[in-house]
């Protein structure tokens, strides 16, 4: 008796998790037929499926809402809290937290771009779209005029965030001393340049992995210098 | 007799005036027990800071600044006893005021860790065990005989280490940096547009890695020394002297079309030497 039972229990068990495994495919459109099947003989699995797709549905209808700044102040309490983020890491993350990139929603936003355009960097070889037939010397880039002509959509992201750090930049650096502005625009000057110089070379030699390498260190270290210039406090 | 009176009043006013309109620079002496180790932190906004290391367990500053209305704050934790942490800042009282310099000399233990913002002025450090933290936005950043990791940031101000020791990071946008007589195993220098010199040895083991944008980056290496190099630029060149000699990788990595590169072997190749241009020249020299 308990031995057949165990036998049906092993066997739900078994399908559930085959069900398991290939719902996300199936969720995700791949052609999944056990894990229909299995949804129609198993009443849990199958209440799971249909809550999974009530949910998708629903979220579907739903608007893409940008957190406020104190959500990620809290996220930031919250991991250092837990020990997650350490203050007392090395010193190059001690600069990064005196700078309080992550108290930024614009830097986390940006780093979570760059995070985004790396991948893409990395596995997407036409991420900066096709090859063209002739490519024209880029006209060098100023501070004004963002390094970011449309190329694919992952880093549609980056491109946005980018702007609203640069947009933030130009009204914080009224405040500066003209040395300083001086500085961190020339500074941005070399950056832009760099950044056109490089999308340029990858568009050319989409298989430049060194100069992926560039245009990556390129966006990396102009938020880093926008970043740091928005939290500059003139002292 | 009232005419009289109103005058002494004048001759009072007059002068304090005056005193009020140009007042002189203003300076700060204190001497403070520590612990060997302490560490300290200095938030300044233009100006030099000077540091060096000493034997004392004792952190002994100046600071003049330009005017009477900077003033300079000083925390120490725990308040007291010994230290173990002090804070130094600078504050600009009146935000209209022309010069806003604060120069700061200060005497540490050799232990000491340092944490400095200077953004518009420079940093000098001298001798020091402990870790440094350095950022400026515009000012050069020097630093001598510091045996602990070194993290150094500048946008436009150029950067110098003489004889450091420990764990190098050093990032710069528009300065230059130059290395002399290294000692230390772990090493990462960047810049954008500005130039990169490294003269001296290599550590059996270390890691070495240079990277430029569009600067130019010379590499002034002994005799003796052991590395095997990897310099690979975009658009850039590889220059290596003749009379220093590589035997070339076995397997040498790809190259990418039009690039210019060089992967080779000096003596045993017992360090890692990695260096990297967009579209600068990357000449590697035997020191005389």
Excluded at chain 2, 152 to 178: K, L, Y
Aim: charged share 20%; hydrophobic share 40%.
């Amino acid at each position: 008796m308990f031995d057949e039972k165990d036998k049906k229990i092993a066997a739900e068990s078994e399908a559930c998790r085959l069900f398991d495994a290939q719902v996300a495919d199936y969720l995700e459109g791949e052609d999944r037929p056990v894990v229909l099947a299995h949804a129609k003989e198993c009443a849990f699995c199958g209440v799971l499926l249909a809550d999974l797709q009530g949910l998708m549905v629903q979220s579907q209808g739903m608007p893409l809402v940008d957190p406020p700044a104190r959500v990620w102040a809290n996220i930031r309490a919250t991991l250092a809290a837990e020990g997650v983020l350490r203050e007392q890491g090395t010193l190059w993350e001690r600069w990064f937290s005196r700078l309080t990139l992550f108290g930024s929603p614009a830097a986390v936003g940006a780093l979570a771009a760059l995070v985004v355009l790396a991948v893409g960097l990395s596995v997407s070889r036409n991420v900066v779209g096709p090859r063209p037939a002739a490519v024209k010397p880029a006209p060098i880039a100023t501070q004004e005029t963002v390094a970011l002509p449309a190329i694919s959509s992952e880093d549609n992201a980056l491109a946005r965030t980018m702007a609203e750090l640069e947009s933030s930049y130009r009204v914080r650096k009224v405040s500066f001393e003209p040395a300083v502005q001086a500085t961190y625009d020339r500074g941005l000057d070399s950056l832009n340049a760099s950044i056109q110089e490089c999308r340029d070379s990858v568009q050319r030699e989409p298989d430049n992995s060194l100069a992926r390498e560039y245009l990556l260190a390129a966006y990396e270290q102009k938020a880093q210098v926008l970043t740091a210039a928005l939290e500059y406090d003139g002292r | 007799m009232k005419r009289f009176r109103l005058s002494r009043v004048w001759l009072l006013i007059v002068p304090l005036a005056f005193l009020g309109a140009t007042p002189g620079p203003s300076r700060v002496e204190k001497t403070v027990d520590t612990t060997a180790d302490p560490l300290i932190s200095l938030s300044n906004l233009k100006g030099h800071v000077t540091v060096k290391g000493w034997e004392k367990s004792q952190v002994h500053l100046v600071s003049v600044s330009a005017s009477p209305r900077i003033e300079v704050d000083v925390e120490q934790f725990p308040p007291s006893g010994r230290a173990a942490k002090m804070h130094f800042a600078t504050h600009i009282l009146d935000p209209q005021l022309g010069d806003k310099s604060t120069d700061y000399s200060l005497d540490v233990p050799l232990g000491s860790s340092l944490q400095i913002r200077n953004p518009e002025g420079s940093v000098q450090i001298q001798t020091l065990q402990g870790e440094a933290s350095l950022d400026s936005v515009g000012g050069t950043i020097s630093v001598s005989d510091v045996a602990g990791h070194l993290a150094i940031r500048s946008i436009g101000g150029d950067i110098e280490m003489v004889r450091p020791s420990g764990r190098v990071e050093a990032d710069s946008v528009n300065g230059s940096v130059r290395i002399v007589s290294a000692s230390s195993s772990r090493l990462r220098v960047s810049t954008t547009s500005g130039k990169i010199f490294y003269e001296g040895d290599f550590l059996p083991g270390g890691v070495y890695e240079l990277k430029d944008y569009n600067g130019d980056m010379e590499i002034l290496a002994l005799a003796s020394a052991s590395f095997e190099v990897n310099a690979s630029t975009v658009r850039g060149k590889v220059i290596a002297d003749p009379d220093i000699s590589f035997k070339p990788k076995r397997h040498p990595a790809f190259r990418p079309p039009g690039s210019s590169s060089l992967f080779g072997t000096h003596n045993t190749g017992s360090a890692n030497l990695d260096l990297t241009s967009f579209s600068g020249t990357i000449r590697i020299r035997r020191l005389p």
